[in-house]
């Protein structure tokens, strides 16, 4: 017998948490920096961030303290009464963004049934009874039903049907299809993608699609709806992924890694569409809370303190190098696609058990549309801590696709 010892320790029984995910048997319980440790004593290295949320990584020093004491003062009041960090930080969103204001609630769904409500609306106002919205194949906007209807994934969407109607659907960068809808459908009102699609696999839209949208909606008094929920804040070396195009949409969803794992999320409008939603319109209970307008102010502070936007850039350029060379040739790598610090590893074959190979291993990372390996780390990541994820990685890479081709 020489079956192999399980490395992992096995999954802790949990009979009363309802079993909505696939999850690793593991337990973290403490982080610093890019590093993590599980219940076990085992540690990691942070590739995964949390899916894109940790900016800052953990237990940053300057972020805990203005979080403790922002615990101590105040955590939630509702939005009967003016919550002043919500001014400060929609003030900052609308200054990098060049944006106007901005609407607080807590997760990326919420954001984008925010946006999809503007859209609606903004078609409303114009005298149509049937706005309807263009979305995207492999496009991931949440999980709500209005958010999962506009996800173009079919196997997310399996088994909740029926869906909210009153989207249209097109392929990324096919600027001839998008036209076609410009054509034949009246009541368009809006455009909205993820500038890189993050769940649908690391799919970036191109400077040159994202600049013939912004003129198509310009034309067609379209609203344009980017939703940065992962690629925002940061993570490409930008503030905004949209920004490497020149360009500013109507409407911009965020959220992920906007409180550094505080749930914040906000949606930034521009003109057009700031107006669009008025009293009693819209809201939510926990949107703009004291505790998460304060990880939003400290977390984009530290960022422009520490130019982790230089480092994002610069960190995930040499990540992306010293994968590309050591993969280089490598039969059954497809391609290596991303920008920054959000970078896809698509396979010919679904890949998904080197998520626990990986942790085994001590790296954490996601696989994505079955065959994409994804690193989204904090941006906080340095040198030698890209270069210890390729050096992590690659063998388990060239392993797996061995065994396989076998
Ligand atoms: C994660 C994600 C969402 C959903 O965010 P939740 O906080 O999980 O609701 C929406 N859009 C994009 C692009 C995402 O990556």
């Not at 995910?21 to 004593?41: E, K, M, N």
């Not at 903004?122 to 979305?135: L, Q």
């Not at 307008?293 to 994002?312: F, K």
Request: contains cysteine; proline residues 6%; neutral net charge.
């Amino acid at each position: 017998m020489n079956a192999p010892e399980p490395v992992a320790p096995s999954a802790p029984a949990e009979p009363h948490v309802m079993g909505t995910y696939g999850r690793l048997p593991i337990a973290l319980s403490h982080g610093q920096g890019c590093r993590v440790w599980d219940t076990a004593g085992r540690r990691y290295l942070d590739g995964l961030g949390g899916i894109a949320v940790n900016t800052l990584g953990h237990a940053h020093p300057r972020l805990v303290p203005a979080l403790q004491d922002q615990v101590a003062k105040l955590i939630h009041c509702s939005n009967y009464y003016h919550v002043p960090l919500q001014e400060q930080l929609a003030a900052k969103l609308c200054a990098l963004s060049g944006l106007e204001n901005a609407f607080f609630c807590s997760t990326g769904l919420e954001a984008n049934e925010a946006a999809i409500k503007i859209a609606r609306k903004f078609g409303h106002d114009k005298g149509f009874d049937r706005p309807e919205i263009v979305v995207y194949e492999k496009a991931f906007h949440g999980r709500s039903l209005a958010t999962l209807s506009a996800t173009g994934n079919p196997k997310v969407q399996a088994g909740f049907g029926p869906l909210v109607e009153g989207f249209v659907r097109v392929p990324l960068n096919d600027l001839a299809a998008l036209e076609e809808i410009a054509r034949t459908r009246p009541q368009v009102t809006a455009v909205f993608l993820e500038v890189i699609q993050g769940e649908g696999g690391i799919h970036p839209a191109t400077v040159d699609y994202l600049r013939a949208v912004r003129a198509l909606c310009d034309r067609q008094d379209w609203l344009l709806m980017l939703d940065e929920v992962q690629c925002g804040i940061g993570r490409t070396g930008k503030w905004f992924a949209h920004q490497w195009a020149g360009i500013r949409p109507d409407v911009m969803p965020l959220a992920k890694g906007l409180g550094s794992g505080v749930p914040v999320g906000a949606v930034v409008c521009g003109p057009r569409a700031a107006r669009v939603l008025g009293p009693g319109n819209h809201g939510t209970t926990f949107g703009g809370n004291p505790l998460a307008m304060r990880a939003g102010v400290e977390t984009l502070r530290i960022m422009e303190e520490d130019g982790l936007l230089e480092n994002a850039a610069r960190v995930g350029a040499a990540l992306r190098e010293g994968l590309a060379r050591r993969l280089a040739g490598q039969a059954g790598v497809v391609e290596i696609r991303g920008a920054g610090l959000m970078i896809g590893i698509e396979l010919d074959r679904p890949c998904g058990e080197l998520l626990g190979r990986a942790a085994e291993a001590g790296l954490l990372l996601s696989v994505t549309a079955e065959r994409v390996i994804r690193l989204v780390p904090p941006l906080i990541l340095n040198a030698d801590e890209a270069a210890e994820i390729v050096d992590i990685l690659c063998p388990l890479v060239e392993a797996f696709l061995a065994e396989r081709s076998a």
